[in-house]
C-alpha cells in the first residue's frame, strides 16, 4: 500500500483524508539526518515550513512521487531537484484567502473604529467616549491594490458594506472587472481617489517597495493603509515618515518587511495598527489547506493531473522530438510581452499562432509555456505548465489560437499578440542552434537573441545618425552594448532598434535617449 510521510503538524482532516487511501505516519520534528534516513520509505512527503525538502533528502527519497507543502509558499522545497528526479511539487495556495480577506476586513474596521486604542484606553481604567471617534465606511473609496484571490474576495466584501471599489491591477481584463463590479485605475488615481488603500499584490522584483514617498505623498489626507500581503511592498521608512507628517490618518500592518519586526517604529507608532503575520491564522484556514495539500497528493498518486502543480511536467516522448526546442521560445515570447505591456492599459486578451511543422502537433504545452511566460512576472503563485491556463482564465483573459501548416519566412515560427486597452503589441520568435531567435516586434522584422540581461526597445525615425546617437549617450553613461538589431519598413521611414545591454538603464538615462528628435518612444525590458 502507498506510504505518505508528515513531516509537520497539519489539520487532523487532513491526515484522516490521506489515511482512507495510504498508510500515513505522522513524524514531525526530524533532524535533516533523521528525514533522510526514512523518507525513502515513502511514495508522498508532506511538509509545512518547518521543515527543509532539501536536495540531499530529495535524493534520499528513492521513491517519492510526490512533495507538498501545506500552504502556498514552496521556498522551502528544492524545485530544481525535484523537477530533476521526476517528483511532482504541489502546493495549496486556496485555503487561506477567506481568512486573509476576513483579516484585511478586520484591520479597515478597526482603523475606521479606533478599536484597539479604545480597547486599551478602557482596560487602564479610562471612559473617553471623545478620543476615540470614528468613521463608518459605508460611502468610502475602498482603493485594492492587486485583484487576486484575495483581493477578488476583499472587494465583494467592501460592496456589501456599502464602499466604492477602485482597483489597480494591469494583469485584470476589463471583463472581470466590470464582472466583480469595480472600477479600474492607474496606481495614482486610485492613491489619489482612495479613503482606505489595501495592498494585496504579490511580491516581485517589480513590485518591490511599491508604496514609496512618492506614492504616500499622492495618498489623499486622513486616508489609511492596510498591507495583509508582504512587509516588502512598502518603503517603511517613507509610511513612517508620512504618519509623523500627518497626512495619513492611520496604517494597519499584519506583515513586516523583517519578521519579527523587532523595534520597528511602525509596531509603536500610534496610528498604526499590527499583528503579527495572522492573515492565514484561522481554524478554517489551517484545516482547508491541509485538506487541500492531501487532495493533491493524492490525485498525483493516481496518476491524475493536479490544479497546484509548482513545478514544470515531463513532454510526452511523441512530442518532445518536434516539440521541446520551441517551449523556450514561447515562454519567452510570453515574459517579453508582459514586459513590453507595463503602463500600456489592461490585459483584454492573447492570440497565438504556429506556423510550420509544429502547427501538426497538440498546441496545447506551447500556449501553456506562453502563458507560463506573460504571467510569471505578475504572479504571486509559481506560474508553471500545468497551472498557466488556469491561472489566465481566472483573470479573464480571453486566449485565441490559429496554425498554418507553412511559414514562409522561417519553419517554424510561434507569433503572439497580447491585446491590451491601449492597443496590440506582437513578437514573433523561432528556434535555431538551439538558441531563442525573437524574429518580429510588430511590423518590423529583425533576428535577436535575447540572451543579456537588458534590452532597449526604440521606434524611432530611420535616418542617419540615430544608432550613433543611443550609443554615444549609453557609451557616455557607462552602459555596455552586447548588440544592436534594427528593423524597417522602408529607407527613411518607421523602424525599430533593438539593443542588447549588460547594464540597467537609469531613468534619467532613457529620458535623454527619448528626447532624441527621431525617436518615438523607448524602453526598457529586464529579463
Known amino acids: 500500500m502507498t506510504r505518505i510521510l508528515i513531516a509537520d503538524p497539519i489539520d487532523t482532516e487532513g491526515v484522516e483524508l490521506l489515511k482512507t487511501q495510504a498508510d500515513v505516519d505522522v513524524k514531525t520534528g526530524l533532524k535533516p539526518q533523521e528525514l533522510m534516513e526514512i523518507v525513502g520509505d515513502y511514495e508522498a512527503l508532506i511538509v509545512r515550513s518547518e521543515t527543509k525538502v532539501t536536495a540531499e533528502v530529495i535524493q534520499a527519497g528513492k521513491h517519492l512521487q510526490v512533495i507538498a507543502r501545506a500552504g502556498i509558499g514552496v521556498d522551502n522545497i528544492d524545485l530544481d531537484a525535484a523537477t530533476a528526479g521526476g517528483i511532482a511539487v504541489v502546493n495549496a495556495p486556496t485555503g487561506n484567502t477567506i481568512a486573509a480577506a476576513e483579516h484585511t476586513m478586520a484591520l479597515m474596521l478597526s482603523l475606521a473604529r479606533k478599536v484597539p486604542q479604545a480597547h486599551q484606553s478602557l482596560k ?91 506614492q504616500l505623498a499622492l495618498m489623499k489626507p486622513g486616508s489609511c493603509l492596510i498591507n495583509v500581503a508582504r512587509g516588502e511592498l512598502i518603503d517603511e521608512d517613507a509610511l513612517v515618515k508620512a504618519l509623523d507628517e500627518g497626512n495619513l490618518a492611520g496604517a494597519a500592518l499584519d506583515v513586516f518587511s523583517k519578521e519579527p519586526p523587532g523595534e520597528s517604529p511602525l509596531v509603536k507608532h500610534p496610528k498604526v495598527i499590527a499583528t503579527p503575520h495572522l492573515g492565514a491564522s484561522t481554524q478554517e484556514a489551517q484545516r482547508e489547506v491541509a485538506i487541500e495539500a492531501s487532495e493533491q497528493v493524492m490525485a498525483v498518486l493516481r496518476g491524475e493531473p493536479t490544479r497546484n502543480a509548482v513545478n514544470a511536467p515531463f513532454l510526452p516522448p511523441e512530442v518532445h522530438t518536434m516539440v521541446a526546442p520551441y517551449l523556450p521560445v514561447a515562454s519567452t515570447v510570453g515574459k517579453l510581452l508582459t514586459h513590453m505591456a ?69 519553419g517554424n515560427l510561434v507569433t503572439v499578440t497580447l491585446q ?32 543579456v540581461p537588458y534590452l532597449l526597445f526604440v521606434e524611432q525615425r530611420d535616418q542617419p545618425g540615430v544608432i550613433g546617437a543611443v550609443g554615444t549617450i549609453t557609451g557616455k553613461n557607462d552602459i555596455n552594448v552586447s548588440f544592436m538589431v534594427v528593423g524597417r519598413m522602408s529607407p527613411r521611414g518607421q523602424a525599430m532598434m533593438v539593443v542588447g545591454l549588460d547594464d540597467p538603464v537609469p531613468p534619467h538615462v532613457l529620458e535623454e535617449i527619448r528626447d532624441l528628435k527621431q525617436i518615438e518612444s523607448a524602453r526598457v525590458v529586464r529579463l
Open 124 to 214: 487602564q481604567g479610562e471612559w473617553n467616549r471623545r478620543a476615540f471617534m470614528g468613521i463608518e465606511v459605508r460611502n468610502k473609496t475602498l482603493g485594492i491594490i492587486g485583484l487576486g484571490r484575495v483581493g477578488s474576495e476583499v472587494a465583494r466584501r467592501a460592496q456589501s458594506f456599502a464602499m466604492h471599489v477602485t482597483v489597480y491591477d494591469p494583469f485584470v481584463t476589463p471583463d472581470y472587472a466590470r464582472f466583480l463590479g469595480v472600477s479600474l485605475a492607474s496606481l495614482e488615481e486610485l492613491l489619489s481617489r482612495a479613503d482606505i488603500v489595501t495592498l494585496h499584490t504579490p511580491l516581485t522584483e517589480n513590485t518591490r517597495l511599491l508604496i514609496g514617498e512618492r
Open 342 to 410: 507595463e503602463g500600456e492599459g489592461q490585459f483584454v486578451g492573447i492570440s497565438i499562432n504556429y506556423q510550420g511543422e509544429i502547427a501538426q502537433h497538440d498546441s496545447a504545452i506551447l500556449k501553456s509555456a506562453v502563458l507560463t511566460g506573460l504571467l510569471n512576472p505578475v504572479s504571486g503563485e509559481r506560474v508553471n505548465l500545468i497551472n498557466a491556463p488556469l491561472l489566465a482564465q481566472q483573470r479573464g483573459l480571453k486566449i485565441a489560437e490559429g496554425k498554418s501548416a507553412a511559414s514562409q519566412e522561417y
Open 420 to 451: 491590451t486597452t491601449k492597443g496590440d503589441i506582437t513578437l514573433a520568435g523561432t528556434s535555431m542552434r538551439n538558441e531563442v531567435h525573437i524574429v518580429k516586434v510588430n511590423d518590423f522584422w529583425m533576428d535577436m537573441v535575447p540572451s
